[in-house]
């Protein structure tokens, strides 16, 4: 079986698992997490008035995509985002719905399976171009100094600019690769988030009992994961059947937990951080079985736990801000090649990195700068991936006219494979409410790279945004 045939298989396995699981919880059950307070309908109601508001806002985006290598449209997304916050006292309830339509239907085509997602996060699709989603809904309130927040949410805790090391507690929707804004495309879960500040530190606590992992392309979409790295290779002349992916149903034991605990120390904004949890990557475990006499291989795609310990740290000096990622994961597990292992699943530390330079010493100018690296601490023959990968950006962005008018280009590049990605993009804002934008996206580079994959998926963009 060629490579490319691999690919399509593990990518429809990833997506097209089973709708039902017995052990997530009925929808109604978390909605009721985040169940608005009753409150007595009598006279003394309209006494409260100054302590109670209803607010209603939201976004219109219509972004459209041409292919410039295919000579095609790529996408013409319109989206409505409404979002109504209530306040009463010091409880406030906030939800995001969102409808989607892209007629093109090139980024996820068909009706895509949701597999690696639970079934009360999941989506509504709407024929082959639609969808609708109940994006975030959460109740958020105080006790005492404490700060509750309850419901379908996103938790982030990394800020680095492209690329992600410790904003992992959310998964993320690959449609678009990493093109999309991380605010669109992680994908909310619905956990409970606690905040107590306990002077000097201020300690957050996060219990995540939703079992969704990164929803990746269909292997038709225009950004369909092509590369070595990322898709295992099959034994020549071998035939392979791939099973559905074996998903973590269980609502309390295959919860994820964390905590955080902020501080100021030195001038220095620092944060410890400990996660535990499943990676949102699957492995792919291969047995070998002989029916009719010759052998088959039978791959399953795998999700397994990991340890994160990490930590971040930003200073400014005059001009400069210095800031900085780390994270160190834990019997953390790997795809291998090897036949020389028996289930293709491998075990190993990982430590990632980045650290970060911003400069704001011209006028309405930002230059920013970051170094990427990852490396895999033990030595496990037929990894997919490099053992150490390295990646530096470069971003430069001016405003002018009052703020009004925003000229940028990021830079990605991947040191190992020589590959990469070159975003310019001009944004102008019209009024308080609208703004326009052109950006392309450039890739380049051989097709193992992270970025060289997508070598023919050069696109121009041009997008609108309402806000109301």
């Known amino acids: 079986m060629t490579r490319t045939a691999l690919s399509l298989l593990i990518m429809l396995s990833l997506l097209g698992g089973a709708n039902a699981e017995m052990t997530d919880p009925a929808a109604g059950d978390d909605a009721a997490m985040a169940q608005t307070p009753e409150f007595p309908a009598d006279e003394d109601w309209s006494e409260e008035d100054e302590d109670t508001s209803l607010d209603f806002s939201g976004r219109v985006k219509v972004e459209s995509a041409i292919g410039v290598n295919r000579g095609r449209g790529q996408k013409l997304e319109m989206l409505f985002e409404p979002q109504v916050e209530f306040i009463a006292g010091d409880l406030t309830l906030t939800a995001i719905a969102r409808a989607l339509v892209d007629p093109l239907d090139e980024l996820d085509p068909g009706k895509p399976g949701q597999s690696s997602v639970s079934q009360y996060t999941r989506r509504w699709l709407i024929g082959d171009s639609g969808e609708l989603d109940l994006r975030e809904l959460y109740v958020e309130t105080s006790l005492g100094e404490t700060l509750l927040t309850v419901g379908k949410q996103q938790i982030v805790w990394g800020q680095a600019d492209g690329l992600k090391v410790l904003d992992i507690v959310n998964p993320q929707y690959f449609r678009e690769f990493i093109l999309a804004p991380f605010s669109d495309s992680r994908i909310p879960l619905w956990a409970l988030n606690v905040e107590v500040p306990i002077d000097p530190f201020v300690v957050q606590v996060v219990w995540i009992p939703d079992q969704t992992y990164h929803v990746l392309p269909e292997p038709d979409g225009d950004f369909a994961f092509t590369s070595p790295r990322l898709i295992p290779t099959p034994p020549p002349g071998i035939p392979v059947v791939v099973d559905e992916p074996d998903r973590p149903r269980r609502v309390v034991s295959d919860s994820d ?150 000229v940028e280009a990021l830079w990605l590049h991947g040191v190992e494979h020589g590959d990469g990605l070159l975003r310019p993009k001009v944004q102008y804002e019209v009024d308080d409410h609208t703004t326009v934008w052109i950006g392309y996206d450039f890739f380049y580079g051989g097709g193992s790279g992270l970025f060289g994959q997508f070598d023919s998926n050069d696109r121009f963009l041009l997008g609108l945004e309402w806000g109301f």
């Open 257 to 406: 937990a964390g905590v955080r605990v902020s501080t100021f120390w030195l001038g220095w904004d620092v944060t410890f951080n400990y996660l535990y949890h499943y990676d949102d990557i699957p492995v792919f475990s291969r047995t070998v079985i002989f029916p009719g006499g010759g052998p088959t291989v039978v791959v399953t795609p795998e999700y397994r736990r990991a340890h994160m310990v990490g930590s971040t740290a930003s200073k400014a000096f005059g001009n400069v801000t210095v800031r900085g990622e780390f994270a160190a994961f834990l019997d953390k597990r790997f795809t291998t090649n090897s036949v020389a292992d028996a289930d293709g699943i491998v075990k190993s530390d990982e430590i990632s990195y980045v650290i970060g330079l911003d400069w704001f010493g011209i006028d309405e100018t930002l230059i920013s700068a970051q170094i990427f690296q990852s490396t895999i601490t033990e030595d496990q023959p037929g990894v997919l991936r490099d053992r150490t990968e390295t990646s530096v950006t470069l971003l430069v962005r001016h405003e002018m006219l009052n703020d009004r008018l925003m």
